[in-house]
């Protein structure tokens, strides 16, 4: 794999020091430049993009949450503060990690090895043949237990986050996917697939009943999130009644 350029972006002179000095320890990671605020690095990124961003939440002028919104093909990150209470937030932006201060330096390399994992993926990905995704619409791309899977969408029960992996539950086995919950949502195709809850997303066709704030798809029982609720109400009301609900 090729090295990894990565920025670090944080203005606390001390944290500054030992990112430098944990990224010289890992073989593989190359440190481009360090910054003290967002704005400064962001003028060094426009004429030099990097892999990996150690991106500081707390920062001066504009946060760390916010400058990456601001950018339109982000690098991966991974966020360092001294506040626990940002990681939702961290892992929401599709943060690589989120390290509260102060980390180990196995801590570190625990969130780096992500980052490298994370990449590995991207290029194994690019490396498939040309088109190779679309000679079938119908299915996912996936990749586990070191081999690479073509799963039909007919045959997904319901995908489910866990941490950082995402589980895609079929009849006959349920494969363990190192991907964000958000990747693997914008994958799908809307209108087939419908998120149910912030930890689940079903096919629509699989619906069997729906029961108080539960889905119940071959047996196995769904949660409904409060906030996906309308959504999912509105497809039991387009289906047909002479179909059942949802249309099946």
Do not use: W
């Amino acid at each position: 794999m090729k090295e990894v350029r990565c920025l670090v972006i944080e203005d606390e002179p001390l944290s500054q020091d030992i990112l430098a000095k944990y990224i010289s320890g890992i073989p593989g990671l190359l440190l481009a430049g360090v910054f003290g605020d967002a704005i400064s690095a962001s003028g060094f990124l426009r004429e030099s993009p990097v892999d990996l961003v150690f991106l500081d939440i707390n920062l001066p002028v504009i946060s760390g949450l916010n400058f990456l919104k601001s950018l339109g093909h982000p690098p991966m990150v991974i966020f360092t503060t001294a506040y626990s209470e940002y990681a939702v937030d961290g892992f929401e932006a599709d943060a690589v990690d989120y390290l509260v201060k102060p980390f180990s330096f196995e801590r570190f390399l625990k969130a780096v090895n992500k980052a490298f994992d994370r990449m590995k993926n991207s290029m194994q990905a690019a490396a498939l043949p040309a088109g190779n995704e679309q000679e079938s619409p119908g299915s996912l791309i996936l990749r586990a237990d070191k081999k690479v899977h073509r799963i039909n969408y007919p045959d997904i029960l319901y995908l489910e986050a866990s941490g950082d992996y995402v589980k895609v539950h079929t009849a006959a086995r349920t494969l363990v996917v190192y991907e964000t919950f958000r990747n693997m949502e914008q994958q799908l195709p809307p209108g087939v697939f419908i998120r149910v809850h912030k930890s689940f997303i079903v096919p629509v066709n699989r619906i069997n009943y729906l029961e108080g704030n539960r889905l119940n798809i071959m047996g196995a029982t769904i949660p409904i999130g409060l906030v996906y609720r309308e959504e999912v109400l509105k497809v039991f009301k387009k289906a047909d009644p002479a179909k059942g609900p949802a249309g099946i």
